[in-house]
């Protein structure tokens, strides 16, 4: 299962008290609790309630309903091209995540959204590198296009690192390496994998801690990727088997040795 990032607001030292709260629900898988100390009546953060609402549907396959209405909300109080980008890029995304977690095919609505976006934020916005990763999560497991995937991913990774957004580079790290290692490419898997589990301790991201681990374990030998996946395994009931997703790879024999 692929999963998206979402703005690190909060996740660094100095950072407005409110998305430091806020961040650290989101961390905890407490996406709704975060949701409600956000301001209804912005567009601003009518857009990051949705995108947090959205994240809850991808991490726990519920909730489908409170996502569709707050991005419409956040769609009503867009005005500038901006913000209307960025309610349709999470449109987009909940588009993408109802598609690979088989609730309906909405490829061809997440395509749009996704689109309508790319036309709306200039790419030099805060908001287009966060667009680039999911444009190449949809065409890594929507289109089945790994070069266009690699491309956006790549865009992302080094607006990302431009921006010093260690979350979304968390991301693309991850999956940069799950197209290294589908090529073949153990060592570049391995680095990667890495580098997204380090960012996300390091930025006590406790939800995506776990699915690093597997991913990591994916490309070590034993008896590491056995440790590793244990690990896995011990957050996973921490919070109370979520991500969801993550419990068909657990249950999964572990893959072959590199």
């Known amino acids: 299962m692929a999963h998206s990032a979402m703005s690190g607001n909060g996740s660094s030292a100095g950072d407005d008290p409110l998305q430091t709260a806020v961040w650290r629900l989101r961390s905890r898988a407490c996406w709704a609790d975060a949701a409600a100390l956000l301001p209804p009546d912005s567009a601003a953060g009518a857009v ?36 209307r980008g960025a309610a349709a890029c999470e449109r987009g995304h909940l588009a993408y995540t109802a598609t690979v977690h088989g609730v309906r095919d909405r490829a061809d609505e997440a395509r749009a959204a996704l689109g309508r976006a ?66 073949g490419d153990t060592a570049e898997a391995r680095h990667g994998f890495a580098e ?12 995506g801690t776990a699915p690093a681990l597997v991913s990591l374990a994916d490309a070590e030998t034993e008896p590491e990727a056995s440790r590793l996946r244990e ?15 993550l419990a068909r790879q657990l249950a999964a024999p572990p893959a072959a040795t590199a």
Request: proline letters at 3%; one cysteine or more.
């Open 118 to 183: 790319a036309a709306l934020i200039p790419t030099d916005a805060a908001g287009r590198p966060l667009l680039d990763f999911r444009r190449g999560l949809l065409a890594e497991n929507l289109t089945r296009s790994p070069q266009s995937a690699r491309a956006a991913y790549r865009r992302a990774h080094a607006a990302a690192a431009a921006r010093s957004d260690a979350l979304l580079l968390s991301f693309t790290w991850r999956h940069l390496a799950g197209l290294a290692l589908r090529d």
């Open 48 to 83: 990051q309630r949705a995108a947090l609402l959205v994240e809850r549907c991808l991490y726990t396959e519920q909730g489908w309903q409170e996502a569709e209405d707050a991005l419409r909300t956040a769609e009503a109080l867009a005005h500038t091209d901006e913000e």
């Open 231 to 245: 690990e896995a395994r011990r957050l996973f009931r921490l919070l109370g088997g979520v991500p969801t997703w």
């Open 196 to 207: 997204s589990l380090r960012i996300r301790e390091e930025l006590g991201y406790l939800v």
